[in-house]
């Protein structure tokens, strides 16, 4: 999912603009989708197995945003920008606040190891 993204961006942004299609925002768009899906199935094995010392609803709330986007599109018809923005907010803060609790959890010595 990293490399599509990677990939995506680097060829987007590589390439003239006359040659440039939409095939590499979607090379982009399915890293992103990738690395949410496997980001919420993460989350609800966090639910389950509870991995993280607090918080394990978080991956879940991190990842899944992305992946209900096409489904208030379908409830709502065509959402209003503030809509995406506001998710893509939540969205952030939940990953925001997923690397602060992964990034506390590891101890100094592994960090400088």
Known sequence: GGLLVVVGTLVQFLTPDYSVSETYYFVWLGGVLFLNICLSI?????????????????????????????????IMGSPSPTVFIAVLVIMTIAQVMLGYILQADASWEMATA
């Not at 094995?45 to 209900?68: D, M, S, T, Y």
């Open 42 to 74: 993460f989350g609800v094995l966090a639910l389950i197995e509870k991995p993280l010392p607090r918080w394990n609803w978080l991956p879940l709330v991190a990842g899944a945003w992305i992946l209900l986007l096409p489904l208030l599109a379908g």
